[in-house]
């Protein structure tokens, strides 16, 4: 069964452009999250997809935003891009509707700005 | 919301040793407790879990251990090998309403010398 897909896997952009990013979840899971990396604020939690609604979301600006497809496929989207948006970008799919369902991740998109 | 605190943030130990990671939780609500695996320029790897409802649980030479009252879990890591190396993160999840998705710790730079 082939893992979770992001693409593209590296991105350059500039300040104040948007950008948007791609994950197919394994398949057959119906739940994707979406997370930030970077050296000094290690995985931070950004939103959660289950069935096309949003069921979480954590502490980042509105110029986040995510949704999800039918076919459970996900993207991001980062508007008004700023320097401290460079980061690795993952995302983890889990099966089921439970909250606690082991989550596995891409290999992330790695998103530097300029 | 939830906050996870790791350590050691290095941990370097003779090949054949054992090693032990420990992570603090602050949300009493936090009953799943994963364990990731990242190796340099790869993705989080889910090495192994535990819910609430257990004390210990064992895979081959891992195994994590939870104390609710305390609000600890740790990970241990016997006979390492050379392939241990790696970054190693915790986190926890709460269930119900509202829940936000996995808080990680910052990471343990687990070095093995042979």
């Known amino acids: 069964k082939a893992g979770v897909t992001q693409t593209p896997r590296y991105l350059i952009k500039t300040r104040g452009q948007q950008v948007t990013l791609s994950c197919s979840p394994i398949?057959?899971?119906?739940?994707v999250s979406w997370y930030q990396q970077t050296p000094g604020q290690g995985l931070q939690f950004l939103f959660e997809?289950?069935?096309?609604?949003?069921?979480n979301k954590g502490n980042f600006p509105g110029r986040f935003s995510g949704r999800q497809f039918s076919n459970s496929r996900s993207e991001m989207n980062v508007s008004t891009l700023e320097l401290g948006d460079s980061a690795l970008y993952l995302c983890?799919?889990?099966?089921?509707?439970?909250?606690?369902?082991?989550?596995?991740f891409g290999d992330g998109t790695r998103l530097s700005i300029l | 919301g939830e906050n996870v605190e790791q350590h050691p943030s290095t941990l370097s130990v003779q090949e054949g040793d054992s090693a032990v990671i420990k992570c603090t939780y602050s949300?009493?609500?936090?009953?799943?407790f994963p364990w990731y695996k990242q190796e340099l320029g790869k993705r989080p790897q889910l090495i192994i879990d535990?819910?609430?409802?257990?004390g210990e649980k064992k895979d081959q030479r891992i195994a994590v251990t939870l104390n609710k009252t305390a609000k600890h879990f740790s990970l241990h890591i016997t006979e390492t090998q050379p392939e241990d190396s790696a970054v190693y993160f915790c986190?926890?999840?709460?269930?119900?309403?509202?829940?936000?998705?996995?808080?990680f710790g910052k990471g343990t730079h687990l070095i093995i010398q042979p």
């Open positions: 949300d009493s609500a936090s009953n799943y």
């Open positions: 997809y289950f069935s096309e609604t949003q069921r």
């Open positions: 986190a926890a999840r709460a269930t119900g309403g509202g829940a936000d998705g996995l808080t």
């Open positions: 398949s057959g899971h119906r739940s």
């Open positions: 535990i819910r609430s409802n257990v």
């Open positions: 983890a799919s889990s099966a089921g509707q439970g909250i606690n369902q082991p989550q596995h």
